[in-house]
């Protein structure tokens, strides 16, 4: 497939391409055009006039190309699901649910791009100002939108930052991850069908350092939402100067499960969040921290569990975890478990390689503070300590240098009240682990975590700029 430039199909200049293959066989699922920084300059260029036009685009209009959007999105699910599967590994069961999701987002941020409502200012409560001003503020779109997306959820994380730039009237240009730029060129191509004007959505594929350093750096991009790792995102807020930034980083989630937790909803809850998506998630389950007078019952109801997990073919709808991205990654997640077990850490189950498909793993006795607990480890093993009291529970999951989420199993409401209070991270989930989002709600982290918070309205008003108007009248 081209590129899209502008809102047409275009080969990038360098007339170079790449294949885009499965992380599961090798065998090639398609083909891109790899674009270079002549062609970030077409985009931006085109951005720029794009946002021209689409700002002064009534926002009902928005909304109805967006919804015909949503529409095609939900006649396409089946062969985005497809090619989900294919160029990310993911297992077929869930590629369809994320791309069920497309068209329903669609809609939500076309509807809160109509609702840009603005505050009237009580002037006359500042001394000295009487009744002869009205203030209020109104909101209007930055502009350029640079959306820079990863692998592990190419529809859904494409769909957070595009519908919302989109519905309140940005022109974007967006960078998927190299290794699965397919589906985003498939939603793209429901927004052109849509009737998106030309300049509005542009979709550049190839290299990140190359495009992400042109992209970010220059100054006709007014705002930036990224979503990766925290260092990349250091990166970027090192070289975007002064721009808008949205930033989803890494993450080590915790669960804290208390003695008074029940237990076979913990493990259930745990086997499942820890390891969708291979454990290639931000909100995966990485740690689990538990009271030493559950602990053993609780590995002996987890363990069972995990190793019901099947792995395999990612097109089967028997496979219940696909693969890693690549096989450097699962070998780099290999590495990781048999550091953890060096350290005097125990592996109960999983952490078998074979290419880029991993067993699910459970390492228990885990050191809080080694690199398997400290360091994000996307991929499918969870790390389970001993916290002896309160103190240190919530020490253990705080310990850490991000603050995406967290899950608290316990049946005590004044437990559940102090983790809302003391856990610093910026989604608590009671009776459930990390692992669960709705669309709609706000979404982003604490501390290392990132910056800002996504979710149709949320984004919406992150992809948008507050201006104060005075109306100066004479006193009275």
Known sequence: MKLLIGGQWAQAVSGRREDVTSPFDGSVVGSVSLAGREDVDGALAAATEGARVWRRTPAHQRMRILLQAAALADERAESIAQT???????????????????????????????????DSLPLDANPGTGFDKVGFTVRQPVGVVVAITPFNYPSLLVLHKVAPALAAGNAVVLKPARTTPLTALALAACFVDAGLPEGVLSVLTGAGGELGDALVSDPRVNKISFTGSTPIGTRITQMAGVKKLSLELGASCPVVVLPDADIDAATAAVALGGFVNAGQVCISVQRVITHPKIAGDFLDALVPRVRQISTGDPGSTETGMGTLITEQEAERVERSIRAAVRDGATLLTGGERDGAVMSPAVVTGVDPDSPFSQDELFGPAVAVSIAE???????????????????????????????????????????????????????????????GKEGPRSAVAEMTDVKTVILHGRPW
Do not use: C
């Open 389 to 451: 009291d309160w103190q240190s529970a919530i020490a253990q999951a705080n310990g850490t240098a991000y603050g995406l989420g967290a899950g608290i199993f316990t049946s005590d409401v004044s437990g559940a009240v102090r983790a809302i209070r003391e856990l610093d991270t910026g989604t608590i989930h009671i009776n459930w682990t990390p692992l669960w989002r709705a669309d709609l709600m706000p979404y982003g982290g604490l501390k290392g975590s990132g910056i």
């Open 84 to 118: 989900i599967s294919a160029e990310a590994g993911k297992a077929i069961t869930e590629a369809r649910g994320e791309a069920s999701r497309s068209g329903e987002l669609i809609r939500l941020a076309a509807f809160e791009g109509t609702q840009l409502y603005g």
